[in-house]
């Protein structure tokens, strides 16, 4: 059975266009809102905490919907569609208000902005959880963590276009002295990304088609996998078994990323305290691990195929909190930086890699055909959940106990990860002998 990489990339612009966006929203909105509308760092942080909060909330919901969406498109374009252009439109208003405070000020442009924002957060909630879901959806389930490595990478891309961009377009150098910054040019680049990418995905990719022709082909070449409910039974309930599986799968996501985002949040402020260095120089460890893991996605994506996603994510836990653990010794030994961190950050993002590619599939091989966009909801909601909390939680131990708690406390959390996952015994991949049919529609090019 071979994966259709041609199909998957194209699907995988569903998410370039969703990361680009957030690259843009989560370094252009905090700046609108110091520079321009003069509000404090806290009132600022409140308001970017705003997306996590209502994510855990709109995800399971408009995957569910998305579940149940009977529309010739497809179950999951029609969200995709709608929410990207009601997101361009809206995103392209945020810099008028930006340009028209500045000029003239008053209380009701800054509501306004404020309602836009919102709008755009449920705009981009609205078709987040079924771009994800469209790739279980026309993949064969063995298959789903080499796609899930496919769609991560056309993230990662997504993100660095935009940071290219911006290094031309907004660097000191244009930018030094000037009272007021104008971001309309950035926002309306990303939004045509957008909707581009999703109108390449429309024109290239017929939903209803492939997944109604997997669906009858697993039919007859597979049998139901035991860990699912039938498809036939929608309100079937999960087995016990499984239920406890997705409940200790879901509480693993929640901790390895409550210990990753600890770091991705606060490294900088570490690094300057406890290393004295630059800014630029602590962001270089970041870029680092975010090379690291772009270029572990696919190769991670074969290894799980052949291994299993249980080990592979077991083997990232384990290489991840070691990561810490190392970075933390070093701390103690010395108070300058090495570059030998470097390599370990590197590995960091070969780790995260790991974890990330088969989470969410194992996720998904839990639940019915008709139930992946509610699933997919799930994994966000309690992803979100520890993003939300992290921040928070090591920001207050890192004051009130000391800076060198990060490591430490990221560490134990991803170990905590590990051992829940010894308990997860459903939603792994089963190498099974190819199929002529399944092989004919997870291999051959639309």
Known sequence: MKLNYKRTFLVGFAFLSICAFWQLYDNIIPLILLNTFKLTSGTSGYIMAADNVLAMFMLPFFGSLSDKCTSKLGRRMPFI??????????????????????????????????????????????????????????????????????????????????????????????????????YSPIFIIISAIMAFSVVLLSLTVKEKKITDELAALEEEDEPQPAEAASDDDVHEKMKPEVRRSLIFLLCSISLWFIGYNAVSTWFSTFATTAWNMSLGAANLCLTIATGGAILSYIPVGIISSKIGRKKTIIGGTVLLASCFGASFLFTLFSDKFSPVLYLVFAVVGLAWASINVNSLPMVVEM????????????????????????????GILMEKVSTLVLFPYSALFVLASTVTMLFVMHGDSRPEVPKDKLEMIGGADD
């Open 367 to 394: 639940c019915s055909s008709r139930d992946i966009g509610k699933f997919t909801g799930y994994y966000y909601t309690f992803s979100m959940a520890a993003q939300i909390v992290t921040p928070i939680l090591s």
């Open 81 to 182: 569609i709608g929410g990207t252009f009601a997101a361009v439109i809206l995103m392209n208003t945020l810099p008028l208000l930006d340009n028209a405070y500045f000029s003239s000020g008053g209380k009701f442009l800054f509501i306004a902005f404020i309602c836009v924002l919102g709008a755009l957060l449920v705009a981009m909630g609205l078709y987040r959880s079924p771009a994800v879901a469209l790739m279980p959806d026309v993949t064969p389930k063995p298959l789903r963590s080499k796609a899930n490595a496919v769609i991560n990478l056309m993230g990662a891309i997504g993100g660095i276009i935009y940071l290219f961009l911006t290094t031309f377009m907004y660097s000191s150098a244009k930018t030094s002295g000037l009272e007021h910054v104008d």
